[in-house]
């Protein structure tokens, strides 16, 4: 399911089925174009700090050139060339063959190997030396106030909002880095730090902490837009752990802290995009300690509480059909209060009497799970497997149309992995109308799985896009290699993503 | 069939700020490394320049200076000590002075103290200096490769604000070089101005005050402190520099202790300057 799907569906009223519901058939249709979109936009994203010396994701340094005897080929009848592409051991490691470059550099890693342990007196970067310079994380809260210019009020407010960080970067040189803050978050210090003097806030009256890393339950993703049915923006990440642990996507519905901290503070300032259930390779829950994301291949890095660190290709499911029919024009419908699940959530639903032009009979709601059981909601709001009907308001021979019914709320228990369908059958006038929506309790399984054997608490990407997991007092260095090959078969080339003491063809 | 690898570097953003900044990414240097080199160009450029060649060399081989000490003054009642502090390092000496035309407080020869943690040793007891380690593995880096470098330096503009009073960026001020005319004609010594033209300079603080508003620019001299000292990794000095001689050419003992003769060592440089250029030179 595409992020930018819903800027699009945007454009439809705010009442529209396909602005509403992820699973309708226009939201679907889509999500099948807009996934590009999003890959389109994580490129512009990068493309916007090619030329800035300090931007994240350096890309792939080089790659190793191989040249072999010209490769054996067969002609099939229709006159297609068939290659016969040879088996490339390196290190006694079997290569795998990828088909485009960019395969050869992005694909999943094949195996990580430890680099370097470096030794951390304090993860608190707030001042003094940083035992591993690096890019800093600041955390800003619990802000009361930003203040605004006003000509009358405050006349002198610069409407400046800022974090002034001074101190020495990596190469000892002195520096000063303005950082902006439009309102309480995380963020990263674009200067790469190896000694902080002194610290000012200007404009807010926020807590600042400044970490080497630190696991704080949330990470931004500046590759991907946040978008709801309400609001856009960026796009964060909150991991939690529950049975299996999990991620919520959401955004922030006021961007800007000038705009509403102005003494009191709304209780709850974010709007909730989609959450995804997190399993390892082999479809295992784990409970997670951190998230990071590669800036290179933008894959989401998980550690877990026993040190193994999970891939993710952040690909977020797409609704299926509905696997049993319903009506092109529906009367009630059933909106569940989120378009995704935690698995073994309750979630509330309720029917919605969406057309109030034919008066309601009965009602009838069907349920059907991931593994194909249908189930009826009962009068006491239960699921069973016997069907039943609720009965009308008000008699429609004599009452209005929107007297015949009285809309209800209902629980569902999502304790499978996969697409809860749901069913709204409403009696009217002999005529029966059905309805149908979609709730995905979404599995996300790992696409590698490494271990490490470290007891982390956090996972994150250096200034050299190398990947840092940390310990109580240590960060250790890892390298991630792609044992991969690609062949030109007409150069006779095979390009190797890694560097080999020897290289077998055969 | 067992192959060899031949490594090709793949052109980047890097490269591309690389190459506007003439400093191409090294075969072995990894992204992290290259970046990092990239940005002390940008942030600490090269210039022709004495002192932005020298510390500029071991970048261009894909090598960093490393700060070991920092020198700062020591004070009594927020004054330093030392009335007129210098700190250099020549090719073969590092001298310490409180006051520049007095004997220096440490005359070090580097030919002689081999190792910082000697050079350290001799000069943490100073009177007017406190000594701070920056580099801890600085203990047995050779001490002839301390960068080229004095702790007297030159800003070449200063736009001043009109106004009666400017705060210098840099203190501890040597001496000032103003374009304006008007408000700079009578150098005095307290802040009562009587004509239009005086102005008085904090030299500590790197405060102007004058009695008619300031404007134009200024150029001035100050002291750097604290004062890092760096250990190159690819070292230069001047060719010119007097100090040199104490390593190219024996000392002639006539009473006075002074270079005279070139030693095996000075003859052999000296051999190859003229297989560059035969031109009859020096002393």
């Keep these: 399911m595409s992020f930018r799907a819903q800027k699009l569906l945007n454009n439809f009223p705010s009442w529209s089925k396909a602005r509403r519901d992820r699973s309708s058939v226009a939201s679907r249709v889509f999500d099948s174009f807009s996934t590009y979109f999003d890959f389109a936009h994580a490129e512009l994203v990068k493309l916007k700090d090619y030329n800035y010396v300090l931007k994240e994701g350096l890309g792939h340094p080089f790659v190793n050139v191989v040249h072999i005897d010209p490769l054996a080929f067969t002609v099939s009848k229709s006159g297609k060339v068939i290659w016969e592409y040879p088996t490339v051991t390196a290190d006694a490691i079997e290569l795998t063959r990828v088909e485009y470059l960019e395969d050869l550099f992005w694909s999943v890693p094949t195996r990580i190997s430890e680099l370097e342990t470096i030794a951390i007196a304090s993860f608190d970067a707030s001042s003094g030396v940083i035992d591993k310079p690096d890019k800093l994380l600041v955390r800003v809260s619990g802000s009361d106030t930003f203040e605004k210019y006003h000509p009358i009020t405050n006349p002198l407010c610069p409407n400046r909002h800022q974090l002034i960080i001074s101190g020495k970067d990596i190469n000892g040189i002195a520096w000063i880095e303005h950082l902006k803050i439009p309102d309480d978050d995380i963020y990263r210090t674009e200067n790469i730090w190896s000694e902080i003097d002194s610290v000012e806030e200007e404009g807010f009256d926020g807590d600042i902490e400044l970490w080497i890393h630190s696991a704080l339950g949330t990470v931004k993703d500046r590759y991907r837009l946040g978008v709801t049915d309400r609001v856009e923006g960026d796009l964060k990440l909150n991991y939690s752990y529950s049975d299996y642990s999990y991620l919520t996507f959401y955004t922030d519905i006021i961007k800007s802290g000038v705009n509403y901290r102005t003494g009191t503070v709304p209780d709850v300032n974010t709007d909730e995009i989609w959450e995804s259930n997190l399993t390892d390779l082999d479809g295992l829950t784990f409970e997670i300690v951190d998230l990071a994301i590669n800036p290179n291949s933008l894959r989401y890095y998980a550690v877990d509480t026993d040190g193994v660190i999970h891939v993710y290709e952040p690909n977020i499911a797409v609704f299926s059909p509905n696997s049993l029919p319903y009506t092109k024009e529906s009367v009630i419908e059933i909106q569940p209060l989120k378009p995704s699940a935690i698995f073994n959530e309750e979630m509330r639903l309720f029917t919605w009497f969406e057309k109030p032009l034919y008066p309601i009979n009965s009602v009838q709601i069907r349920r059907v799970s991931p593994s194909n059981i249908v189930n009826y909601l009962q009068s006491d709001k239960t699921w069973g497997v016997g069907a039943y009907s609720f009965p009308y308001s008000k008699d429609p021979e004599t009452a209005l149309p929107e007297e015949t019914w009285q809309d209800i709320t209902f629980n569902s228990v999502f304790d499978e992995f996969g697409q809860w369908e749901f069913y709204c059958d409403a009696r009217c006038n002999g005529t029966t109308y059905t309805s149908f929506s979609a709730v995905l309790c979404e599995e996300l399984r790992s696409v590698a799985d490494f271990e490490t054997g470290l007891e982390a608490t956090g996972i994150y990407f250096d200034h050299a896009d190398r990947l840092c997991i940390c310990t109580a007092n240590s960060i250790v260095i890892y390298q991630e290699f792609g044992d991969y090959y690609l062949a030109s078969e007409k150069e006779s080339l095979l390009y190797l993503r890694e560097d080999y003491d020897s290289v077998d063809v055969t | ?283």
Excluded at chain 2, 6 to 17: F, N, Q, R, W
Excluded at chain 2, 258 to 279: D, F, R
């Design chain 2, 1 to 283: 069939m067992i192959y060899s690898t031949k490594k090709i570097l793949i052109p980047g953003s890097l490269d591309e700020l690389g190459l506007n900044l003439s400093l191409p990414r090294l075969e072995s240097e990894s992204l992290g490394d290259y970046r990092k080199r990239l940005l002390l160009e940008v942030r600490d450029p090269s210039g022709p320049t004495q002192d932005q060649f020298c510390r500029n060399l071991s970048r261009r081989v894909g090598l960093v200076d490393v700060p070991v000490f920092e020198i700062g003054l020591k004070l009594s009642g927020g004054v330093p000590l030392a009335v007129d502090p210098l700190v250099e390092v020549t090719s073969n000496f590092l001298r310490l002075y409180h006051d520049v035309d007095d004997e220096p407080e440490f005359e070090i020869n580097l030919t002689e103290v081999k190792f910082l943690n000697d050079v350290y040793a001799l000069i943490s007891g100073s009177t007017y200096f406190d000594v701070e380690i920056l580099d801890t593995d600085y203990d047995y880096k050779r001490s002839l490769s301390l960068r080229y470098c004095k702790s007297t330096k030159f800003m070449d503009t200063e736009f001043l604000n009109n106004s009666r009073q400017n705060r210098l960026t840099k203190s501890l001020i040597a001496d000032i070089y103003p374009n304006d005319m008007e408000a700079f004609q009578n150098e005095i010594f307290d802040l009562n101005f009587v004509d239009d033209g005086d102005y008085y300079v904090d030299y500590l603080n790197g405060v102007i005050f004058s009695k008619v508003p300031m404007k134009g620019y200024l150029s001035y001299s100050y002291r750097e402190f604290p004062f890092t000292m760096f250990w190159n990794q690819v070292r230069s000095f001047p060719f010119n520099d007097n100090d040199k001689n104490h390593r190219i050419m024996d000392l002639v003992n006539n009473d006075v202790s002074e270079p005279k003769i070139l030693n095996s060592y000075g003859a052999s440089i000296v051999n190859e300057i003229l297989e560059v250029s035969s031109l009859e030179w020096g002393k």
